[in-house]
């Protein structure tokens, strides 16, 4: 059989720039090539020798769509290397930065990114005629998670307000309040999201790979637990090395990530595949009306999956809101002694685990970074995917066959920006 070259350039409707590059004959290996194109960005190594302080600041730059999740991430890792105990008034805020973060960004993927592909667009606007109050809906759902980022962190991008310790600036009982009926009332609208992803007939790829999340005795993945698999492998998250193994390959600037040896999966259907148990009642609830069933080995349910997290990760918001509305809020920092150390702190981003570490000298300067995001650990499990679509691409047009391709990859909501920062071991 004649050999079948698929060479998309560029990647559409993801955050970043990559090539997808794949040459299929009968009976052969098909080579598959996830060429990320981005241009190397180099965090790890100009963070060194800035202060402790300036880490989380610095860090959240990497990414704008998420960067309340590498600010956070950043705190929790410099603070085990200080031995720092954040309080739980600290601990709560936090979690409804990552919310904030999940919620915007799952809304976008969601509606903006992956929506056209199964209503036959090019782009959202090609869908407002027909889905013109789909449209609007997502744009509010959207907003509310930036809303949510702006009034802990200070603003919906590179938040200004965490800081090692505490926060210098905290939100009044007043505006808990109202965002709290802004979210109460946005649930129908979360429904009806999860509903609307759940009414197609969506292409499917059902192959058992494994997959990563943070994993906490008491709820669903978001802030703080140990690294778990859904083939029960668990380790604490400053021992991530001992557990993903990183390598470099030629066409691409970021390391790809193995467990073991083989590809992983980190994002939304890892952390149902790993903590379903723990969803809100209704997500589950709503889970099982659209028949999402878990565990899921279909990679195209990861947009699913995120429209079922994003009522979940709503509710909880509204746990946690209820919780501090009681509470009498103060900007407070929790007093440190700069010291020598070296940790690591996993929390979840939108597109999955996100690891970060810092070594510290006794002047509280960093020594080395490392970050692994969830994109990069995707990476190998999106090549190993395309090679199981591979037979299946043979039966299509050209044109059939590079959007299936596109929507594979889309599936995983890449944020390539993320992905593609200096990494060291240390």
């Given at each position: 059989?004649?050999?079948v070259t698929l060479d998309i350039h560029h990647l559409a409707r993801v955050e970043g720039h990559g090539d997808l590059f794949v040459e299929i004959q009968k009976g052969k290996e098909?080579?598959?090539?996830?060429?990320?194109?981005?241009?190397?960005?180099?965090?790890?190594?100009?963070?060194?020798?800035?202060?402790?302080?300036?880490?989380?600041?610095?860090?959240?730059?990497?990414?704008?769509?998420?960067?309340?999740?590498?600010?956070?991430?950043?705190?929790?890792?410099?603070?085990?290397?200080?031995?720092?105990?954040?309080?739980?008034?600290?601990?709560?805020?936090?979690?409804?930065?990552?919310?904030?973060?999940?919620?915007?960004?799952?809304?976008?993927?969601?509606?903006?990114?992956?929506?056209?592909?199964?209503?036959?667009?090019?782009?959202?606007?090609?869908?407002?005629?027909?889905?013109?109050?789909?449209?609007?809906?997502?744009?509010?759902?959207?907003?509310?998670?930036?809303?949510?980022?702006?009034?802990?962190?200070?603003?919906?991008?590179?938040?200004?307000?965490?800081?090692?310790?505490?926060?210098?600036?905290?939100?009044?009982?007043?505006?808990?309040?109202?965002?709290?009926?802004?979210?109460?009332?946005?649930?129908?609208?979360?429904?009806?999201?999860?509903?609307?992803?759940?009414?197609?007939?969506?292409?499917?790829?059902?192959?058992?790979?494994?997959?990563?999340?943070?994993?906490?005795?008491?709820?669903?993945?978001?802030?703080?637990?140990?690294?778990?698999?859904?083939?029960?492998?668990?380790?604490?998250?400053?021992?991530y090395q001992n557990l993903i193994e990183e390598r470099n390959v030629p066409y691409a600037h970021a390391k790809f990530s193995e467990i073991k040896g083989e590809p992983y999966v980190?994002?939304?259907?890892?952390?149902?595949?790993?903590?379903?148990?723990?969803?809100?009642?209704?997500?589950?609830?709503?889970?099982?009306?659209?028949?999402?069933?878990?565990?899921?080995?279909?990679?195209?349910?990861?947009?699913?999956?995120?429209?079922?997290?994003?009522?979940?990760?709503?509710?909880?918001?509204?746990?946690?809101?209820?919780?501090?509305?009681?509470?009498?809020?103060?900007?407070?920092?929790?007093?440190?002694?700069?010291?020598?150390?070296?940790?690591?702190a996993a929390v979840e981003a939108p597109r999955g685990v996100l690891i970060h570490q810092y070594r510290l000298n006794a002047r509280g300067k960093v020594l080395a970074a490392d970050?692994?995001?969830?994109?990069?650990?995707?990476?190998?499990?999106?090549?190993?995917?395309?090679?199981?679509?591979?037979?299946?691409?043979?039966?299509?047009?050209?044109?059939?066959?590079?959007?299936?391709?596109?929507?594979?990859?889309?599936?995983?909501?890449?944020?390539?920006?993320?992905?593609?920062?200096?990494?060291?071991?240390?």
């Amino acid at each position: 059989m004649a050999l079948v070259t698929l060479d998309i350039h560029h990647l559409a409707r993801v955050e970043g720039h990559g090539d997808l590059f794949v040459e299929i004959q009968k009976g052969k290996e098909p080579r598959v090539e996830m060429r990320v194109t981005e241009g190397t960005r180099l965090f790890e190594a100009f963070l060194r020798e800035h202060c402790y302080s300036e880490v989380s600041h610095i860090m959240s730059r990497i990414c704008g769509i998420c960067s309340h999740s590498h600010a956070v991430a950043a705190l929790r890792a410099v603070e085990a290397a200080m031995q720092i105990e954040p309080d739980p008034q600290t601990i709560q805020l936090r979690k409804l930065m990552l919310i904030g973060d999940m919620l915007e960004s799952h809304a976008l993927h969601i509606n903006f990114l992956a929506l056209p592909d199964y209503l036959g667009a090019r782009n959202v606007v090609e869908m407002l005629p027909q889905y013109r109050k789909e449209v609007k809906r997502a744009l509010q759902l959207k907003k509310l998670g930036n809303d949510l980022m702006e009034l802990i962190g200070g603003r919906h991008t590179h938040p200004l307000c965490a800081v090692v310790g505490g926060f210098t600036h905290v939100p009044t009982s007043a505006q808990l309040q109202s965002i709290r009926k802004r979210f109460h009332s946005a649930i129908p609208d979360a429904e009806a999201q999860i509903e609307l992803m759940g009414s197609f007939n969506e292409p499917k790829l059902v192959r058992r790979s494994q997959y990563l999340a943070v994993r906490h005795p008491t709820e669903y993945p978001i802030h703080d637990g140990v690294l778990a698999t859904d083939k029960g492998l668990q380790i604490p998250a400053h021992e991530y090395q001992n557990l993903i193994e990183e390598r470099n390959v030629p066409y691409a600037h970021a390391k790809f990530s193995e467990i073991k040896g083989e590809p992983y999966v980190a994002g939304s259907l890892a952390r149902l595949n790993v903590a379903s148990n723990q969803l809100s009642d209704n997500a589950k609830r709503m889970a099982s009306k659209v028949g999402l069933k878990l565990p899921s080995y279909d990679i195209f349910q990861m947009n699913l999956g995120q429209a079922v997290e994003y009522l979940h990760y709503l509710e909880h918001a509204l746990e946690i809101l209820d919780d501090l509305i009681n509470q009498d809020l103060e900007a407070k920092v929790v007093y440190h002694k700069i010291r020598a150390g070296r940790s690591a702190a996993a929390v979840e981003a939108p597109r999955g685990v996100l690891i970060h570490q810092y070594r510290l000298n006794a002047r509280g300067k960093v020594l080395a970074a490392d970050v692994i995001t969830p994109t990069a650990m995707n990476y190998a499990n999106i090549e190993a995917d395309v090679r199981a679509l591979a037979p299946e691409l043979l039966e299509l047009s050209k044109e059939e066959a590079e959007l299936r391709l596109n929507m594979l990859i889309r599936a995983y909501d890449p944020c390539i920006s993320c992905s593609v920062h200096y990494v060291q071991t240390i």
